[in-house]
């Protein structure tokens, strides 16, 4: 599956990817169009200009920041726990968007009749006890869990145990498009290979997308590789600066529960082990080897690196706690105007769920979650009001999805991606909201993955009109195109914008955007202090709502439909759909 997602993004204005989950988006401006943009953006047939404006800004009228701030507030709230899949907190958001929809007046998105969609999750804990023990002939290493490293199994079993070498496979990639392999004919089956993070960042930009993350870069790559070699188990070396997060974000004070889909073989193919070393202790693990960590990176650049034996034995036993809980994406629908155009789709999606609750130094504490993500859902709440106030509804349908467990790696997405609800090959657009910008307008807006589709030469139409100006990715070697929800979309061939956030700030000093956004991922990003501030400023979130409205309203007018542009990883993909 993932041969599909790793060539060179395309040239031109880059594939990009900021940084996920921070401080986001901002504003738009006036309500004219100008020529050029009305010739690119016809309206769909049968459908008169000048209804449209009204429809338009009567939608527009619609979006409230107080509102947002409200919603936001209760998804936020310590009584939703931290919104967690399979918890009181997952009922409380499962009920409070169905109402919310229902309030507007929208249709029960699962053609059952349900605003629900049923995404089967198995929970699998740790006991906590657990041992990581590396031995290399009469020294040892016993690292502390949490601090050093963390390690789980996506296998629906009761207990795994592993007891195997580690084996240095440089970033853990086979491309071969790029003739670069890094395993070679080295066997390492029921080894425990140690990879880096991210792709080989190599100065050529034919390979890997330059400074561009590709999908080999993601740790969920790394981990689909490490089971369809036979490896017992894998460990990612985590470096803050290629990982974009912290340690703390993955580490912690002991296992937490971790979800997966549940599978027909029940996950039994995917590696024993999973997990990730500080680079602290991967340092500590070679000097055991008498190998130095530094040469070894260096050498991984080079295409003719050979996976290196560490000499290095990794026994670990993880006894494991099991549940199997049904979570739920929710899902709205507004149908479409045009009896030709109405069972064509335009998307938008956030995920509702956030990390829940943990121990902390003997201490329950709530994870909040409120820009990640309860500003992205609130987001596309206040789209849909928007959508829902129109006097009449565009050409195509719209749909709402709010998606469960983002943070447990795409799952409601990915789930809905192979059990759409409604045919993907007629979906035309996703527009994802993960993260908005919660501090005020801005003058300018980033795309992640601007260059991939004409999605953006629509997004460009409609910032010339607002007077705002659209910029790639600042960060793309961080790959955040691939670590949110319309990825799950995009690998099927649904044309997918992500947009995140601006960092021009009106009447705000030059770098002040930059700065709260680096800010945030250090000292916010997936942390107990992601909460409601009372220095937010929630026009600039609802400026930008209105923004991805109009876009999704020229999208869902136009007779020209989205596509993926020549060069990117999904346009083959795209094209197979349609003639199928």
């Not at 404006?53 to 920041?65: E, F």
């Not at 949110?484 to 044309?495: E, I, Y």
Request: hydrophobic share 40%.
């Amino acid at each position: 599956m993932t041969r599909s997602f790793n060539s060179r993004p395309p040239a031109g204005p880059g594939v990009a990817g900021l940084a996920l989950c921070a401080v986001l988006l901002s504003a738009c401006g006036g309500e004219s169009r100008d020529e050029t943009a009305s010739q690119a953006m016809p309206p769909a047939a049968g459908v008169e200009a000048g209804a449209d404006q009204r429809a338009l800004d009567v939608g527009l009228a619609a979006l409230s920041a107080d509102r947002a701030l409200t919603r936001i507030n209760t998804l936020a709230s310590d009584e939703f726990g931290g919104r967690q899949p399979g918890t009181q907190g997952e009922e409380l958001t499962l009920n409070y968007l169905v109402e919310e929809f229902r309030a507007m007046g929208l249709e029960p998105g699962n053609p059952d009749g349900s605003y629900l969609q049923k995404v089967p999750l198995v929970g699998i804990t740790a006991d906590p006890s657990m041992q990581l023990t590396l031995s290399h002939e009469d020294s040892q290493l016993t690292p502390s869990y949490g601090d050093d490293y963390v390690a789980w199994t996506s296998r629906v079993t009761d207990t795994v145990s592993v007891d195997a070498e580690l084996v240095f496979a440089g970033y853990g990639v086979q491309a071969p498009e790029f003739d670069w392999d890094d395993f070679k004919d080295v066997d390492v089956r029921d080894k425990v290979i140690v990879v880096l993070i991210n792709d080989p960042p190599l100065a050529d930009e034919d390979m890997f997308g330059g400074p561009a993350m590709t999908y080999y870069g993601r740790w969920t790559y790394k981990f689909e590789k490490a089971a369809e070699l036979g490896a017992a188990g894998v460990m990612i070396i985590h470096e803050t600066g290629p990982a974009g997060y912290p340690w703390e974000v993955i580490g912690g004070s002991g296992p937490r529960e971790r979800f997966d889909l549940v599978t027909q073989d029940r996950n039994m193919d995917n590696a024993a082990v999973e997990g990730w070393l500080t680079v602290e202790q991967a340092e500590a693990v070679f000097d055991l080897a008498g190998q130095d960590l530094n040469a070894l990176k260096a050498a991984a650049l080079q295409r003719d690196f050979r996976p290196v034996p560490l000499g290095v034995n990794a026994q670990l036993t993880l006894d494991n706690s099991l549940r199997e809980v049904d979570s739920y994406n929710v899902v709205a629908r507004l149908p479409g105007s045009d009896p030709a155009l109405k069972d064509e789709y335009v998307a938008y999606m956030a995920h509702w769920d956030h990390v829940g609750t943990r121990e902390v130094d003997g201490e329950t504490v709530i994870y909040n979650g409120a820009v990640d993500n309860a500003s992205g859902t609130a987001g596309v709440l206040e789209v849909a009001q928007g959508f829902a106030a129109m006097p009449e509804a565009p050409a195509r349908s719209l749909l709402f999805i709010a998606v469960t467990a983002e943070e447990q790696g795409l799952l409601g997405s990915r789930h809905y991606g192979e059990n759409p609800l409604y045919p993907l090959a007629d979906t035309l657009a996703v527009i994802n909201l993960d993260g908005m910008n919660v501090l005020g307008p801005t003058t300018d807006l980033v795309i992640v993955g601007l260059g991939n589709s004409t999605l953006d030469d629509v997004a460009d139409a409609v910032a010339a009109e607002t007077g705002r100006t659209l910029k790639p990715d600042p960060e793309p070697e961080k790959g955040y195109f691939y670590r949110s929800d319309h990825f799950s979309l995009a690998k099927f061939g649904v044309p997918a914008l992500f947009p995140n956030a601006g960092v021009e700030f009106i009447d705000r000093p030059e770098g002040w955007g930059v700065e709260m956004r680096e800010r945030y991922t250090a000292e916010d990003y997936h942390k107990p202090s992601d909460t409601v501030r009372d220095n937010w400023n929630l026009e600039g979130l609802v400026e930008d709502a209105r923004f991805f409205l109009r876009l999704g309203y020229r999208v869902a007018n136009d007779p020209v439909k989205p596509e993926w542009k020549p060069g990117t990883e999904f346009r083959a993909i795209r094209e197979a759909s349609l003639q199928e």
